[in-house]
């Protein structure tokens, strides 16, 4: 492929990625606020997902750092195999997590007798650690939106053979995209007490 080549694959991938990236957060956002029971549809809360939804998370930590491994010893088709990995690791993720806020009702930080409601005692109970929780579910949610133009246009670039960009771009992205699928086991483990049995 030639710089032109490249140039126009990076081009024509753009408008996909800016709209797949606007998309994507708006479309969770109306799912997550829908309720299957609330049309009628009586399915089981799958309550069985969180714990695979998060190991998903933890995999896809450790296929990043695998990837940055395998490029930094020079080995790109591993690296590329890798990425994409975890790119359908994150995708699997999100639909997991869609369907089960679907079928279940929010769970609050520090509802012990899981009821919905937080009253002053279990507030008083979660003490700072709810705060805690509330700026790490928060900062995974923003960088969660933030990353889905950026893990895209940096596998772009490498498909499209631009390397001094990608490469440029990956020095961001990995960070972040590190930090959302760490934070997301977190706030599995951080929130998992309160899920109503």
Not at 62 to 89: D, P, Y
Not at 121 to 136: D, K, L, P
Request: glycine fraction near 4%; charge should be positive; aromatic fraction near 12%.
């Amino acid at each position: 492929m030639n710089n032109q080549e490249n140039q126009t694959l990076e081009r024509k991938f753009r408008g996909s990625i800016i709209a797949v990236s606007i998309i994507i957060p708006i479309a969770v956002a109306v799912l997550f606020s829908v309720k299957l029971k609330d049309f009628g549809i009586d399915i089981e809360p799958l309550s069985f997902l969180p714990p695979i939804y998060a190991s998903i998370n933890a995999a896809t930590a450790l296929l990043l750092i695998m990837g940055v491994m395998a490029i930094k010893n020079g080995n790109r088709k591993v690296h590329e195999r890798l990425m994409t990995l975890a790119i359908a690791c994150s995708v699997v993720f999100l639909v997991m997590y869609v369907a089960y806020h679907m079928s279940a009702d929010s769970t609050k930080y520090g509802d012990i007798n899981a009821d919905g409601l937080l009253d002053d005692t279990e507030i008083a109970n979660a003490g700072w650690m709810r705060s805690v929780y509330f700026f790490i579910l928060i900062s995974h949610i923003v960088l969660s939106v933030a990353i889905i133009p950026m893990v895209l246009f940096t596998y772009v670039r490498a498909l499209a053979e631009r390397f001094d960009k990608h490469k440029k771009l990956a020095k961001i992205t990995f960070p972040l995209w590190l930090y959302v699928a760490v934070t997301g086991v977190v706030v599995y483990l951080m929130i998992s007490p309160y899920y109503a049995n």
